[in-house]
Every structure is written in C-alpha cells, then in structure tokens.
C-alpha cells in the first residue's frame, strides 16, 4: 500500500438532504452569465453569447449555514445565488438527450466572487481564478437527489440580504438550461461522478458587509441561511 509523503488532505465533499451520507466533490465548474437580465447588468448581450466556463478548487465547497467568512484582498463581495447540479455519472461529448441521466441530485449555491478583482482581471485580460475561486468561495445547501426533486426547469430561485429580496429570478430565464450546460461542457472536458456545476445566476448580484444575514433557495430544491463572518 502506497503512503503519501505528507498527510492527505480531507476529501471535500458536500451534505445530503436528511441523510447521514455525503456527496464527494470531484471539480466544481461554473456558467457565467447564464440568465439574459443578468448578463444584461454585466454589460454583455445575452443572444449572441454561447455559455463559458470557470472552475472552482473543490474544496471552495463549504456549507452554506453559520457563518461564511469574508474574504481577504476584496473590498467588493458579491452574492450569486444558483441551482448547483451535481453529477452521479460522468460522460465526455453527451448529447442533450442524455445528460440529465448523469445527475445526482440538485443544491442551492452561492458563487461568491470578489468583483472588484474580477472587473481589474477583466480589464488587465487576465484570469478568473482569485476573482472566483477563493477559500469558502462555492457555499453549498445539502443536496436533494433528482429521485425526489426531478429535473427542475422552472421555479424560482432568490436570495435576500438581511430580509431584503435582491436576487429573484425562474429556473426557465435560463438561457442554457442544465441539459444543454451539461452536453456542452462535455465537449470541453469528460465530465465525472462527484463533479458540481453551478449553474449561473439571475439578476440583482451586489455586494455584501460582514454580518450580512443571507438567505436564498430554489423552490423544490431547498434553502440556505447563512452569516458573513468578519473581515
Ligand atoms: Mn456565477
């Protein structure tokens, strides 16, 4: 039997739903500026832009309960609420037809990003990844399994800010529903059994405070309640 040279890291993995058993996170990938209002308030033009991905560490997976910690090196932290697929199957060029037969079950998830570093990456023609995928950057509801939540399509999916509603938007503003985000990311990478995809977010992003109280769900799926802790 093999021994690593230093201990091995823990495996990261998420909650389920009423259930002792996790769900073991492989990658995490995200779809940017998957809703057309939202895309809109990102200054792009939602019809003529396929989806594009970024990726998260795994271990950006945290849960989204008590309290999240605000992160270092941003005066601009942004919430964005999205349906989190998590697949049980993995497969590389799947056809649209099929890809909702890889998926495990669905969750509620936060893609906190620092803006203010997004934007200067942006403009500099640099990479995502500090923008994006920081430490306790992918908060995460419990999973429920697709045997009890279905294939959501439509519902809505909101986020309030210490009770305020800033983010409301419905699973069917999609402009790439799961399947087509599933089928095309396959033709980037093979997807695999433990990998997340969070799905993009509606309209309303904006910045949030330490103490912040978040709450936010997609109906049929489930909610999340959570603090941001201080700086
Ligand atoms: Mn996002």
Known sequence: MSQFVITAPAAPSVAVAGSAERFPVRRVFCVGRNYAAHAREMGSDPSREPPFFFTKPADAVVPASGAVPYPPMTQ???HEVELVVALGAGGADVP????????????VGLDLTRRDLQAAAKDAGRPWDMAKGFD????????????ETGHPAQGRIWLEVNGQVKQQGDLNEM???VADVISYLSRFVKLEAGDLIYSGTPSGVGALQPGDRVRGGVDGVGTFELEIGSR
């Open 136 to 147: 306790a950057s992918a908060p995460c509801s419990p999973l429920r399994p697709a045997s």
């Open 96 to 107: 649209v037809e099929e890809a909702l037969a890889m998926v495990w079950g669905y969750g």
């Open 175 to 177: 402009i790439w529903p």
């Open 76 to 78: 601009d932290l942004h």
